[in-house]
């Protein structure tokens, strides 16, 4: 297997980089590849040396979907899908569209199982992590809502002592100039 990771990155290393055309003129364009449609593109008529993708830059049927070490990759999307695993000749990705109470559910099983997992440096840190800003999250959620309600009051309390201060006439010319405003304004 050794013998054909060193095929592999030699292989990869001859090929070209292949890269968006015109990528470099618009910032939201990125490098990666996208077949060039235009009736007047260089790339397209492959003109002055520019390579497209084809079939023979491809890595060997062998060696696809393995990492480095050799060991395939899998995507995993649920907690069902970690029962089928092998942690001698697999390694994982967790799916990023896990929402984060099934993700660290199937992070705690796949590090109980030690098996290696890509997109996460350190799943422990991470599951700690993510659990104090659970809590946090949590706590400021019971908290808010008592606030809310104090600042509430408040408010009403302050509009009755105003309107209570004011006379009959300054109420009259209060509403006068509301309905003014209304009526001038420009729509």
Known sequence: MADLQKIKKEKKSDNPNFIRQDHHK???????????????????????????????????????????????????????????LNSKSQVVIVSRKIGLKNKILVIEKLVSLKIKILNIKDPKKYLDEQKAKKLAKKKKAKAKPKEDKKSDDKKKEEKISIEDKLSQDDKKKLEKKEIDKLLTKKQ
């Open 26 to 84: 618009k910032k939201r364009l990125a490098k990666i590849w996208r077949r060039p449609r235009g009736c007047d593109s260089k790339k397209r008529l492959m003109k002055n040396n520019r390579v497209k993708v084809k079939p023979g830059y491809g890595t060997p049927s062998v060696l696809r979907d393995l990492d480095e070490n050799g060991k395939e990759v899998i995507m995993i999307r649920s907690l069902k899908e970690i029962e089928f």
